[in-house]
């Protein structure tokens, strides 16, 4: 599949799911190419005043200057998650407190088994931000396969999240389901 074939596809999805698209934006220093985001508004919380929250689905390309095991992928996480906070900052139009970041890469490099201890370690890691990655993903569209991780406890307003992911991989040959703390006992 191409690049330009994927992210159609994508922009097609985020239409039928009622999100907004938005164009990408490219970063020089500190290297960061986003090619597309998506954006839901979402309740976090029953309190109105505290409960606004935003939902992001952010596809980048795998940064030039970054490896791909955990340091490189958190190094990654944080760009994004600052790139997406500058995007999206709380005191315009009315801006919600909390972003859930889904965060998509595209990689040539292809991907291994490691990969999912990999995403695992990043979907913790805190980014400094007000951004917390609920996502990762890793998708190398020559090799045609993807890893994937979902946190826990998304707000019951995502469940799209889990549609797409599925029907990624269906298309990419992988598909790595929720984790989860009792089953590692």
Known sequence: MLEDDFLENWQKWLEEQGWTHEEGEEFRDPALDILGIGVKKIRLSRIPLFGRGLAVVAICRHPF???????????????????????????????PGAILLIAVQLTPEPIKDADEERLKSVLGHWTGTRVVPAALVRINLGQSAMSSILAEGLPRDLPEIGRLLDGWSAKFQRFVPMWNDSELG
């Open 65 to 95: 200057d970054l490896s791909s095991d955990s340091g490189g992928l958190k190094q990654w996480t944080d760009r994004l998650a600052k790139a997406v906070n500058g995007r999206f900052p709380p005191w315009k139009e009315k801006r």
